[in-house]
């Protein structure tokens, strides 16, 4: 049995040309006549010349407009794009790592006139979802594994400075003692390892519109193979609680929800919890929570471990290759954190 809480997640130019009329006198006729050609030639050519002329004016206006909008587009990529958005990017949570990162690089980039506004994963994705619906611009701090990234063309904004770092793996870490309490989940705990893209599974059946946990459970039915590489050897209990915690991410919603119906599985009466970041790995550290499965090193929840990693045991990296950073529609003419200047 488990007990948790329920949370989420478009001149024409017309000439006319005129003819001359002939003489009225038979004498004149072919004087008149070769009179009025000449005067037709000398006349058909001054047009001729002013149609030219006409033409060249067109050229050179169309060239114009040509090059003014070449302007703008390139405006639009470094200045305009910041009045767009009134400098604002929009964050997560305010105690997550990436946040801090955010900040930092608010300041490396010396994007003096830019906030990072706080908020929550849920509100992050519906103003990501709402602005791509509208082909509007639009920042996020943003992390793969997540659904965002199947649900929408986005790209992430190159970092030549490495605030974010490279790739990071998502650990797994539990409280002191936890292995003599419960050496079953324990070594499940310490046995989980699952990719981005089985991951990615669970968060998209979510995305979809299926319960949490009932995607989980599919996920783990379709695949028995490697749920048994994770309880190998490991004997059934009856009914021993055990508490998670997490943060309310989409990518931790999926993992938390997954292992623990593993847990549950194996005859575990499983709590969850979402909390905060700094309130999950406090609450793992004091022995108030048993474990998670959502710690990111080794730059979003760095400053975390340095303050509570002592007091728990990592058990390592549960999902390797995630990735951070500020991310944008494809379809905005920025590629790097730099253009923000």
Known sequence: MRKMNKFGLAASLSLGLVIAGCGAEEDNAGNN??????GNNAAEENNAGENNAAENNAGENNAAEENDAA???GG???GN????????????DAGAGIMSATDEAVETYELSDWDVTASSDAAMTQALADAVENEEPIIVTGWTPHWKFS???LKFLEDPEGVYGEAEDIHTFAREGLEEDMP???QVLDNFQWSEEDMGEIMMEIQDGTDEVEAARNWIDNNEDTVAEWTDGVEEVDGEEIS???VAWDSEIASTNMIALVLEDLGYDVSMDPLEANFMFQAVSEGEADAMVAAWLPLTHEHLVEDYGDSMEDLG???EGARTGLVVPEYMDIDSIEDLQ
């Open 33 to 38: 006549a070769a009179d009025n050609a000449g």
């Open 71 to 73: 302007d703008n587009d």
């Open 76 to 78: 639009e990529a470094s």
């Open 81 to 92: 794009v910041g009045e767009e958005l009134d400098y604002t990017i929009t964050g997560i």
């Open 151 to 153: 649900s929408f063309d």
């Open 184 to 186: 079953e989940a324990y």
């Open 244 to 246: 998670l915690v997490f």
């Open 317 to 319: 990296a549960n999902l």
